[in-house]
């Protein structure tokens, strides 16, 4: 266990939908990390927090966003699904940057 | 723009043998390097790092060079056993910089 939680570990869900994935950062972590990953590819950066407050974006569509919230926890909200969306959904923390991150196991998503 | 790659998409090693994973950035303002291994169905996981200040650094079995002349970033793993058959990651990331950017990976397959 690694300490960041995500859930759920699998969602199939049909196009044009709206989904919510979750994570919780590891214990003391302040920053969250969002990447998406898609088959046998490299993982792209979405978004991160850092206490709240949005601080990098990547390549994250407009169809994505994203929020921390109080107790740190975060959510990443996919909606108007597309088939292309299927891929895992990794979150990640750390104490602040110039840190290597922890990562949660992932949420698979797959859209239908 | 930026981007980290690596030279090699896939490695075959034989079990008892030295590997050593590649990778070029192209950022030469990045201070920070890290190494990450992620095994099938999980989430990335750290596995050693190095700050622009040094040229190499060990740790167990591991060890990463930094050449900064060339921008340049290696993985050594000593006597590589199968447990080691995963995909790695190298990432970098910049001063004040708020996200990591991730090389595409290499596949590592170990032979018994």
């Known amino acids: 266990d690694s300490g960041v939680t995500q859930t759920p570990k699998h969602l199939i869900t049909a196009t044009g939908q709206r989904v919510t994935l979750r994570c919780s950062p590891r214990s003391g972590d302040l920053s969250v990390y969002w990447y998406q990953q898609s088959l046998d590819q490299g993982l792209q950066f979405l978004i991160q927090y850092y206490n709240g407050e949005e601080r990098a974006k990547g390549n994250i569509l407009e169809r994505f966003s994203a929020q921390q919230f109080p107790d740190l926890h975060s959510e990443l909200n996919l909606s108007s699904l597309e088939l292309g969306d299927s891929a895992l959904y990794f979150c990640?923390?750390?104490?602040?940057?110039?840190?290597?991150?922890?990562f949660g196991s992932g949420t698979r998503l797959t859209v239908v | 723009g930026e981007s980290v790659g690596l030279h090699l998409p896939t490695l075959s090693v034989q079990e008892g043998d030295n590997s050593i994973i590649n990778c070029a950035y192209s950022n030469s303002a990045s201070d920070y390097f890290i190494w990450y291994k992620q095994e099938s169905g999980k989430g990335p996981q750290f596995i050693i790092d190095i700050r622009s200040n040094m040229d190499k650094r060990q740790g167990q079995r591991v060890t990463v060079l930094l050449n900064k002349t060339v921008k340049h970033l290696s993985l050594q793993i000593a006597a590589t056993q199968p447990g080691d058959s995963a995909v790695y990651f190298c990432?970098?990331?910049?001063?004040?910089?708020?996200?990591?950017?991730f090389g595409a990976g290499t596949r590592l397959f170990v032979k018994a």
């Open positions: 990640a923390s750390s104490a602040g940057t110039g840190f290597g991150y922890t």
């Open positions: 990432a970098e990331n910049k001063p004040g910089g708020f996200k990591t950017i």
